[in-house]
């Protein structure tokens, strides 16, 4: 297998233990995600709870990741990281459980809708300060499985995972819905199960031994690998919600294809994702500098050309950004722990994630009213051009210093 080592490339075996169990559990946290919002419908007319007091909850538990991730990132240097995902799963699994009854409580009458709207939050609650350990830990996990020589490609065998969870989650849950309108919820709280009795049989591998140059706290100069994650996230976010707005000036006669353009260019998106962590990120054929520049000029290129007219164009354009994106991660996170330890700098990756997409969602209002939502996409582009802004400044950093080194 071809592996980097610095800003060569080598190659060596690969005896450690396979990640794709951790795969499995990250891959969780996109079915939870993504299956919730299929539901979402079903939910509101089976407790008469409005749609806005559902948008709250789910984003009560996505807004608890920022006090969640970097404190388990924390805990997975000090207690180790099986000891993270089980709390993980555990707390996933009685989150949803909890949803569950609270929801069959609401529909059938017995439980007050006070009661039932408390447990809702007590679930969102559990659901987002115990989750949010989970790719974290799973990222930290894997690294410490694969060693240093191999990081990249344990990280994309976790996002691999996570991007699974995603595509499969919204199938998933429609498939159950078919079969009983609580069973999405069952499924989820019966997913975690399964995981847990996977990770109960997993050895607890012992950290990574500290790289060069790498401290126990967050310092300014690591500040731009934490502003790629923000823009990054950010980026996505504005490109998927401006993917209905701008197909609605193509096919304003028909809300139902734009319905169907955008379940296509979200499973295209998926797609594409797979495929660049399988085919560039795991067999590692890029510097983490040189993989994060790469990136971010696909996504430019690719939301250019979303920005123009033609259908066509707009999914290229799709593709190209989404592969990009894919790429972006694990590039900005492996430079981070050079030096960040690990569990710290997963936990902060996660923390700047979430602030990207809660920037995302403050921007959209802002700019529907100046410019209109068919420019969210427009916004996208101009997160875009920043990250490639800040990833060719990194990428020059890095290839100077190689240049010193190799000078001595």
């Known amino acids: 297998m071809r592996l980097f080592s610095g800003s060569k490339i080598v190659a060596i075996g690969n005896d450690s233990p396979s990640n794709w169990p951790l795969a499995f559990c990250a891959g969780l946290l996109g079915i939870g995600q993504n299956g919730l919002l ?33 404190w388990w990132g924390r805990q997975a240097e000090i207690r180790g990281c099986k000891y993270v995902v089980v709390m993980a799963l555990a707390g996933y699994l009685l989150s949803f459980a909890l949803l569950a009854l609270a ?29 949010s350990g989970m790719v974290p830990a799973s990222q930290t996990w894997a690294l ?9 490609a344990a990280l994309a065998t976790i996002s691999s995972g996570l991007s699974c969870g995603r595509l499969l989650g919204p199938l998933c849950a429609a498939l159950a819905l078919s079969l009983h309108p609580m069973a999405p919820l069952w499924l989820m709280a019966i997913a975690p199960l399964i995981a847990l009795l996977v990770i109960c049989r997993q050895h607890n591998d012992p950290p990574l031994p500290a790289v060069a140059h790498q401290q126990n706290r967050l310092r300014l100069t690591m500040m ?34 734009v319905s169907h353009h955008v379940a296509v260019l979200l499973s295209v998106a998926a797609g594409c994702t797979l495929l660049a962590q399988f085919l560039v990120v ?33 999914y290229l354009g799709c593709a190209l950004a989404s592969f990009g994106a894919a790429m972006a991660t694990p590039g900005y996170q492996l430079m981070l722990n050079d030096r960040l330890s690990t569990g710290k700098g997963a936990g ?61």
Do not use: N
Request: aromatic share 8%; glycine share 10%; net charge positive.
């Open 38 to 70: 299929v539901a979402l419908p079903v939910l509101v007319s089976l407790t008469q709870l409005s749609l806005s007091v559902w948008a709250g909850l789910l984003t009560l538990g996505s807004m608890l990741f920022l006090v969640g991730s970097p």
């Open 103 to 131: 929801v069959w409580g609401l529909a059938a009458g017995w439980l007050p809708e006070m009661a039932g709207l408390g447990g809702l939050i007590v679930a969102r609650i559990i659901y987002g300060l115990t989750v």
């Open 224 to 257: 731009p690998y934490l502003l790629c994650a923000l823009l990054l996230a950010g980026c996505v976010s504005l490109m998927q919600l401006g993917l209905a707005p701008h197909l609605q000036q193509l096919f304003s006669h028909s809300a139902t294809t």
């Open 348 to 408: 902060a990756i996660a923390t700047s994630h979430t602030l990207g997409y809660g920037a995302s969602a403050l921007m959209v209002p802002v700019v529907s009213k100046f410019y209109g939502e068919s420019q969210l996409v427009a916004a996208a582009l101009v997160a875009a051009v920043l990250l490639g802004g800040i990833s060719s400044w990194l990428w020059c950093q890095h290839r100077m210093a190689d240049i010193a080194r190799e000078s001595q």
């Open 144 to 152: 410490q499985r694969a060693g240093y020589e191999q990081r990249m």
């Open 282 to 314: 795991r067999p590692q054929r890029l510097t983490p500098p040189q993989l994060l520049m790469v990136a971010a000029w696909l996504m430019i290129a690719g939301l250019g050309l979303m920005c123009t007219a033609p259908l066509a164009l707009f």
